[in-house]
C-alpha cells in the first residue's frame, strides 16, 4: 500500500507595516500579511541582478492601474521629453492617469430611455465640484458620451462646473418633466441640499461653468412642457456653446415659463454678468433669452432663433419708480431689478420666423443689435403681408441696432409689391393695404451699412414711387445713394434728408447731390432726377393721418429698357 506524505510549503512572512518589505534573501519569498502583497528578492548584483531589492509579484488582490511610475507621455519618443533631463522621465500611475479624464458613465449614468438618469448625472456633478470646491485641481471636465439621457428632474450647476457632450444631437439630455432642465446653485450647496438664493453672495455665487456639445430638449407630450432651458441665477463669467436648445411651442401664446436662456440677478452687487453665449440653436419657445433683472455685460453671438413668440426680451415687466428716492431706489437694488439689463451685445445671428419681436428692450441701456440678420419677423408667424409689429423694439435711450439687415426692408421699402399707390381725386391711398410697421421701433438710432438697389425705370417726366419709409413717429432718415445709367454722362452720388413731423403729419425731403459728367446744367443731365416726398393713408382711401411716407422720384432722362439705371443706397433713422 502507498504512503502518501502531504507536505506544507511556507514562505518567509510577515507585516509590511510602515517599514516596508525587508531585504528578501535571492529567489526567498516573502508575503506581506497586512497588504495582500507578494514580492520575490532579486538576489545580488554578483549574481547578475540589474540591482539589489524585491520585485512585487501580481496577484488577484492587486489594483494593476495603481502601479506606481508605469505611464510615461510617448515613452520612446525621442522628440519629447517631459522630465528637466532625458533621465528623469514625469511617470504616473494608470490609476491617475485614468482618473484625469471623468464621463458620466463613471458614476451610473447610462442610455437607458426607460430609466431618468437625473440621479446619475447629478452624482456626478456634485462629486466633482461641489466635494472639490476647495481643491482646484480636482475641477475636471465631465464628458457625457453620445446618447440619450432622461431626466425627470433639474440638474443642479454649482460653480466651476464643466460638462461636454459629443456635440448637438450627438449627446441629448431630454426633460421629460415641467421643470428647468439646468439650474445654477450657489458654493453654499452641499450634496442633496441645493441653494439659489439663501445664503448668496458675491464670494459662492455661480461662475466659470462651461456647458457645451449638447442637445437639451424636452420630452414630446401632449400636453406641451413649456418650461427654461437654463436657470441662470446671479451666474458669471460662463460660457455656454455649441448648444441646441429645443422646446415644442409653436405659436401658443405667451407661454411665461417657455424660455431658453432665463438670466437673473440677486441684488445689485450680486448679479449675472460676462456670460457668453456661441453657436447656439434656438428653436420653439415662446421667449428665447429673457431678463427682467439688472444683468451686465452678457454676449450672445451667431445664435439662431427660430419659431419663437420674441426671440431676445430685456427689461420685461420691470418697475418705473421715482430714482431720487432712496429708499425705493434701495429696494429696487436690493432685488436687482432698479436699472434694467445693461450692455447686452447680439450680434452674427439670425432670426427666422419670430412672431413677435426680434429684439426688444423695455428698459435697459447700452444693450446692441449688430449684424444680424432678420427673417419673417412680427408677422405672426406669417410673411410680410401679415406684418403686425416692428423687428426690434426699443423703448429706453441709449440702446442702438447697427448693421442689421432686416427682410422687411427689401419687401416693404421697395418691394415692388408694395410701392404703388393709387391717387383718386387727389386722394393718396394704398390699394394694397399693408401698412410699412417700422423695422425699428422707439428711441433708436439705426446705423446701417447695408446696400440696398433699385432698378427704376425710364418715367417720362411723371412722378412714380422709389421707396416706402415708416412714418409711426416722428423720424428722420438719411439716405445716401448713388444713381448710374448708361444714358447719362456722368454718374450722381447724393443723400436723401427725409424729416417727419408727425405731431402735424407733414413730411419733407431734400436732396443733397454732386455729378460728374459733361451736362450738368439746369436742364441738363445732372438735374434730370427729382425727389418728393408725401404721408400715404395705407389702410383707408381717405385722406388724414398717413402712416407711411412714399419717396416719388422723376426721371427725365429717357432710359434704356435694356440696361435699367440703378440707384443704390443705405439707410439711417433717427427717432
Not at 420653439?284 to 450672445?300: N, R
Amino acid at each position: 500500500m502507498a504512503v502518501v506524505q502531504i507536505s506544507r510549503i511556507q514562505v518567509r512572512r510577515g507585516r509590511k507595516g510602515t517599514t516596508n518589505v525587508p531585504q528578501l534573501a535571492s529567489g526567498e519569498i516573502g508575503w506581506a500579511v497586512d497588504t495582500q502583497e507578494l514580492y520575490i528578492g532579486n538576489g545580488a548584483v554578483s549574481e547578475g541582478a540589474p540591482q539589489v531589492g524585491n520585485t512585487k509579484i501580481l496577484t488577484a488582490a492587486d489594483n494593476i492601474f495603481d502601479l506606481s511610475d508605469q505611464y510615461e507621455f510617448r515613452k520612446g519618443d525621442s522628440l519629447i521629453q517631459t522630465g528637466a533631463t532625458t533621465r528623469s522621465p514625469v511617470r504616473s500611475t494608470l490609476q491617475d492617469r485614468l482618473d484625469r479624464i471623468v464621463f458620466v458613465s463613471n458614476f451610473g449614468a447610462v442610455h437607458n430611455t426607460s430609466v431618468a438618469q437625473t440621479d446619475a448625472l447629478q452624482r456626478a456633478i456634485d462629486n466633482i465640484f461641489l466635494n472639490t470646491k476647495t481643491s482646484p485641481e480636482n475641477r475636471y471636465i465631465i464628458q457625457l458620451e453620445p446618447g440619450l439621457y432622461r431626466i425627470d428632474g433639474t440638474l443642479k450647476l454649482p460653480p466651476y462646473t464643466t460638462l461636454r457632450g459629443a456635440g448637438k444631437d450627438k449627446t441629448v439630455i431630454e426633460q421629460t418633466a415641467n421643470l428647468p432642465i439646468f439650474e445654477t446653485v450657489n458654493g453654499s450647496s452641499t450634496i442633496g441640499n441645493y441653494d439659489t438664493i439663501v445664503s448668496l453672495t458675491a464670494n459662492n455665487q455661480a461662475r466659470n461653468i462651461e456647458v457645451s456639445g449638447m442637445t437639451l430638449r424636452f420630452e414630446s407630450t401632449t400636453p406641451k412642457i413649456y418650461n427654461t432651458v437654463f436657470d441662470l441665477q446671479s451666474c458669471v463669467d460662463s460660457h455656454f456653446y455649441d448648444l441646441k436648445l429645443k422646446g415644442h411651442w409653436d405659436g401658443n401664446g405667451a407661454q411665461a415659463a417657455s424660455i431658453a436662456i432665463l438670466l437673473k440677478s440677486f441684488s445689485a452687487s450680486v448679479r449675472s454678468k460676462k456670460n457668453v453665449f456661441e453657436n447656439i440653436d434656438i428653436e420653439g419657445f415662446a421667449y428665447g433669452v429673457s431678463s427682467s433683472h439688472d444683468i451686465e455685460d452678457h454676449t450672445f453671438r451667431k445664435i439662431n432663433f427660430q419659431t419663437l413668440l420674441t426671440a431676445v426680451r430685456l427689461g420685461y415687466d420691470m418697475d418705473d419708480f421715482d430714482e431720487t428716492d432712496p429708499d425705493q431706489l434701495a429696494a429696487y437694488l436690493g432685488d436687482g431689478q432698479a436699472y434694467g439689463p445693461d450692455q447686452t451685445l447680439v450680434e452674427d445671428c439670425t432670426f427666422k420666423e419670430i412672431y413677435h419681436y426680434g429684439f426688444v428692450v423695455y428698459k435697459g441701456t447700452r444693450n446692441m443689435s449688430k449684424n444680424n440678420k432678420y427673417y419673417d419677423v412680427g408677422n405672426d408667424g406669417g410673411t410680410s403681408t401679415n406684418v403686425t409689429t416692428s423687428v426690434v423694439k426699443i423703448d429706453q435711450f441709449g440702446n442702438h441696432t447697427i448693421d442689421d439687415w432686416f427682410q422687411r426692408t427689401e419687401e416693404l421699402c421697395y418691394g415692388s409689391d408694395y410701392v404703388t399707390v393709387s391717387n383718386s381725386n387727389s386722394v393718396n391711398w394704398d390699394s394694397d393695404t399693408v401698412p410699412y410697421v417700422p423695422e425699428i421701433e422707439g428711441k433708436a438710432v439705426y446705423n446701417s451699412r447695408i446696400v440696398h438697389k433699385i432698378n427704376p425705370i425710364n418715367t417720362s417726366g411723371n412722378w412714380s414711387t422709389l421707396l416706402r419709409l415708416p412714418s409711426d413717429i416722428s423720424k428722420t432718415y438719411q439716405i445716401p445713394y448713388q444713381y448710374n445709367s448708361i444714358n447719362v454722362n456722368g454718374t450722381r452720388h447724393g443723400v436723401l434728408h427725409v424729416l417727419i413731423d408727425r405731431e402735424n403729419d407733414v413730411v419733407s425731403v431734400t436732396d443733397d447731390f454732386e455729378f460728374l459728367g459733361s451736362d450738368n446744367t439746369l436742364s441738363g443731365d445732372a438735374n434730370n432726377l427729382t425727389f418728393r416726398a408725401k404721408l400715404v393713408n395705407v389702410v383707408t382711401s381717405v385722406t388724414g393721418t398717413g402712416d407711411t411716407a412714399y419717396i416719388e422720384y422723376r426721371n427725365a432722362t429717357s432710359e434704356s429698357t435694356v440696361t435699367l439705371p440703378t440707384i443704390t443706397f443705405t439707410i439711417t433713422s433717427r427717432a
